[in-house]
């Protein structure tokens, strides 16, 4: 049976010959055929020449997502395990990734896999579709997951808001064995608590770990100020790196409740330590009034710009937090700072930080730039999928 066929305005096929996944509400001129949401189409240039395989998703204003752009493709079971095993592997391959049990298996459009999330825990593998196109395959992606994995618990956790713009509600359920408690996984020298089922994203910031290892060069007899700190990522790197003082803030109370318990988990002593419950805004502001000193200052707030329209706001917000938290570093310090919003761009962010520099009279070298980790790759062809980055700055 022939697939439903889209075909795209005069002009719109551009991008697609780029190999961008995504194609626009905007771009489509006729669904010739019946395609119900998920279902396989095949898009056509405006002239009738094949473009490739994607996903119909009628909700949503990326009305289809790319599977493939090769002619003669199936899209089928075999094509996910075949796409799902190549993830598995590159991540089992990669020489950044061998001194942890935890890592991003599968990441969406970078992996060719559209809206398809897999991060393993140890033992555990987290699963979450995000579009139509990953919900239509949810049976064959379980099984390709399964198959390419020795793991033995899964768990689908498909509650981002995100979903509901492909018209699909939130899904979180067991699809086999059952969850430790507590789930610990190992990264680097340390051991990390994460919370499958409630925490964020799919229980830790996989993204950060390359960032928090920096911890092991820069945290040694320093006084560490981990502002957004969620479950204690960065400052407990710090503190099993040999920091003097650790200050672990967060909005969030069973985040640092968290971030204690990884204390235990570690064998390290909690008289280095003070977790502060606070909005980091006016805390910043009460520590510089106190005249607190640091000697690193690590700030990874969360998405402040999530649409254009508050990128204006949002600036201003990333441009606050870092203009308080400089006047807190001693001369010679380091600031990491952070900004997972895809809408600010990394030059963009650079002026932000540069600005608030000029604001607080310091003198400001960026000694690197930083990313996510490798596990979140970046295909050249989607470039919105580098979200994170940050800045190691030397404060002077
Ligand atoms: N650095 C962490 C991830 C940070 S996520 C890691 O590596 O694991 C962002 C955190 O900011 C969340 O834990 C959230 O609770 C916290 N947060 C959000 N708004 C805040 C605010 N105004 N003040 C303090 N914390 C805030």
């Known amino acids: 049976m022939s697939l439903p066929q889209v075909f795209l305005r005069a002009g719109r096929d551009a991008s697609l010959r780029r190999r961008h996944p995504w194609v626009f509400t905007g771009a489509v001129a006729e669904l010739r055929g019946r395609a119900a949401p998920g279902d396989t189409v095949a898009v056509h240039c405006a002239k009738g020449e094949l473009l490739g395989l994607g996903a119909w998703s009628p909700a949503s204003q990326i009305r289809v997502r790319m599977w493939s752009f090769e ?63 990953a919900e239509r395959w949810r049976d064959a992606l379980i099984a390709a997951l399964r198959a390419s994995v020795a793991c033995e618990v899964f768990l689908e956790r498909s509650d981002s808001d995100v979903r509901a713009k492909e018209g699909l509600a939130p899904r979180v359920v067991m699809v086999a064995g059952e969850l430790p408690a507590p789930l610990l996984i190992r990264e680097g020298p340390v051991r990390y608590e994460v919370d499958c089922q409630e925490g964020h994203k799919t229980g830790f910031y ?17 006084r560490v100020l981990n502002c957004f700190a969620y479950t204690g990522g960065f400052g407990v790197r710090a503190l099993a790196a040999g920091a003097q003082s650790v200050v672990q803030l967060d909005a969030s109370a069973p985040a640092l409740a968290c971030a204690q318990r990884q204390l235990e988990h570690n064998a390290l002593a909690a008289q280095r330590v003070e977790h502060v419950c606070a909005n980091a805004f006016g805390w910043l502001r009460e520590a510089r009034q106190q005249r607190r000193r640091f000697d690193v200052v690590i700030l990874d707030p969360p998405k402040f710009v999530a649409g254009a329209a508050q990128l204006r706001r949002g600036t201003r917000g990333y441009k606050d937090i870092n203009l308080q938290a400089l006047d807190l570093i001693a001369p010679g310090g380091w600031l990491l700072t952070f900004s ?7 030059r963009l962010f650079q002026k932000i930080v540069a600005d608030a520099a000029l604001d607080a009279g310091r003198e400001l070298s960026i000694v690197r730039w930083l990313h996510q980790s490798g596990d979140h790759p970046v295909t050249a062809a989607f470039p919105e999928g580098l979200y994170l980055k940050g800045l190691l700055c030397r404060v002077n």
């Not at 928090?212 to 007899?221: I, K, N, S, V, Y």
């Not at 997972?340 to 990394?346: A, I, K, L, T, Y």
């Open 206 to 222: 996989l993204d950060q770990r390359d960032n928090r290892a920096l911890m092991d060069q820069l945290a040694g007899e320093a």
């Open 340 to 346: 997972c919003s895809g809408q600010v761009e990394p």
């Open 71 to 133: 002619a003669g493709e199936h899209i089928d079971e075999d094509f996910f395990l075949r796409r799902v095993m190549h993830a598995v592997s590159q991540r089992l391959a990669d020489p950044w990734l061998q001194d942890t049990n935890a890592r991003r298996l599968v990441n969406g459009e970078s992996d060719g896999l559209p809206g398809v999330i897999a991060d393993q825990y140890d033992n555990v593998v987290v699963m979450q579709l995000l579009s139509a196109g």
